[in-house]
T-cell receptor
Framework: GAGVSQSPSNKVTEKGKDVELRCDPI?????LYWYRQSLGQGLEFLIY????????KSGLPSDRFSAERTGGSVSTLTIQRTQQEDSAVYLC????????????FGPGTRLTVT | QKEVEQNSGPLSVPEGAIASLNCTYS??????FFWYRQYSGKSPELIMS????GDKEDGRFTAQLNKASQYVSLLIRDSQPSDSATYLC???????????FGRGTSLIVHP
């Protein structure tokens, strides 16, 4: 079946603009995760959804970052007033609720803030 | 803060050799351990999971877990150039749904 999809694959934006990143998880996967990976760095956890609720949003770096999930499926990560330090690859992953650690990653969105 | 440590490498091995990748973790109550492979410019892909002490084999890959010493390793037998990638160790803290990822070890398999 289809894997996790993300859009756009690349996004270049000017500092101060808002951006929306989309994730479409594997059908039937109720758990969804957002991570950020900067060049040469490890995976930084941002937020976790179980269904439409976000029991853990501890990784969001500031109040400029927000995320929502609707219908237990598609999720959108929004970054307001982007800064250059927001430049990174944003990865989405999904998993079955009963296997939360066996995560399947999407191809990522490369965000560049100029 | 729970930590997962890996040598960043690069670890360079000749084709056909055994590559040994190591990971240590700080949370003594962790019960499950995962290895992901990430090719350059691509997203991570789960390749192995291990839950009990000892060895778990899957094809050319063997995961080894020693909870007493708090380390988990990944052995790749008969290494191929296509194995060249960064290998990430992931360890969920006890009770958390969120795994902590190590920063990864870069493996280079040269012909």
């Amino acid at each position: 079946g289809a894997g996790v999809s993300q859009s756009p694959s690349n996004k270049v934006t000017e500092k101060g603009k808002d951006v929306e990143l989309r994730c479409d998880p594997i059908s039937g996967h109720t758990a969804l995760y957002w991570y950020r990976q900067s060049l040469g760095q490890g995976l930084e956890f941002l937020i976790y959804f179980q269904g439409n609720s976000a029991p853990d949003k501890s990784g969001l770096p500031s109040d400029r970052f927000s995320a929502e999930r609707t219908g237990g499926s598609v999720s959108t990560l929004t970054i307001q007033r982007t800064q250059q330090e927001d430049s990174a690859v944003y990865l989405c992953a999904s998993s079955l609720a009963e296997l939360p650690y066996e995560q399947y990653f999407g191809p990522g969105t490369r965000l560049t803030v100029t | 803060q729970k930590e997962v440590e890996q040598n960043s490498g690069p670890l360079s091995v000749p084709e056909g050799a055994i590559a040994s990748l190591n990971c240590t973790y700080s949370d003594r109550v962790s019960q499950s351990f995962f290895w992901y492979r990430q090719y350059s410019g691509k997203s991570p892909e789960l390749i192995m999971s291990i839950y009990s002490n000892g060895d778990k084999e899957d094809g050319r890959f063997t995961a080894q877990l020693n909870k007493a010493s708090q380390y988990v390793s990944l052995l790749i037998r008969d290494s191929q150039p296509s194995d060249s990638a960064t290998y990430l160790c992931a360890v969920p803290s006890g009770g958390s749904y969120i795994p902590t990822f190590g920063r990864g070890t870069s493996l280079i398999v040269h012909p």
